[in-house]
């Protein structure tokens, strides 16, 4: 199988249930950004962290695969035969116990935190904010997506903030207070 098949040559995609559309259609647009997310992610992983914070990450790089598949298949074809490409409840459930397991590892926030400090925690705010670009993406869609995808992406950008923080404090690296 080749890598290039032509078939986008003139502006246009497919979509899982074999739908062509324009590549700058919305749907398109929010599962692009997820793509991106993930690439970040990927980034950020090339960084030494701690075991916990990248076992966490390769796992959403997993959940996001499925998510951007999820997006794409606006038929819901895809959902029922392949099971690995659904998110529910319980990847929620996931991220949550995780930020609280992050979150209880560093000092209480008191103020607005820069962005910044090792090149981890920096990279983890840039996806944190790509996270927040996508999810925009995502509640702009219609008809409206599952409402699941919306929750776990707007928990994965709660997430990546408390790793950004965890990843500074490991290091020993003082968060900038915005003030």
């Known amino acids: 199988m080749k890598l290039y098949t032509r078939t986008g040559d003139g502006g246009e995609t497919s979509l899982f249930d074999g739908t062509r559309t324009r590549k700058d259609d919305a749907r398109v647009d929010a599962y692009g950004e997820v793509d991106e997310l993930n690439a970040w992610l990927g980034l950020v992983r090339t960084s030494p962290l701690d075991a916990a914070v990248d076992e966490a990450l390769l796992a959403i790089q997993r959940d996001l695969f499925a998510l951007g598949a999820q997006l794409a298949d606006p038929a819901d074809k895809l959902a029922p035969r392949v099971t690995r490409a659904v998110i529910a409840d319980d990847h929620v459930a996931r991220l949550e116990s995780l930020i609280d397991r992050f979150d209880a590892e560093v000092p209480a926030l008191r103020r607005f935190v820069l962005a910044g400090g090792t090149p981890a925690a920096a990279a983890l705010h840039v996806a ?21 995808l919306v929750r776990y992406i707007n928990r994965l950008s709660d997430l990546l903030f408390a790793m950004a923080r965890y990843e500074n404090h490991r290091a020993g690296v003082a968060e900038i207070d915005w003030s």
């Open 128 to 148: 944190r904010t790509v996270c927040r670009r996508a999810e925009r993406r995502m509640v702009a869609l219609q008809p409206p997506i599952d409402p699941v």
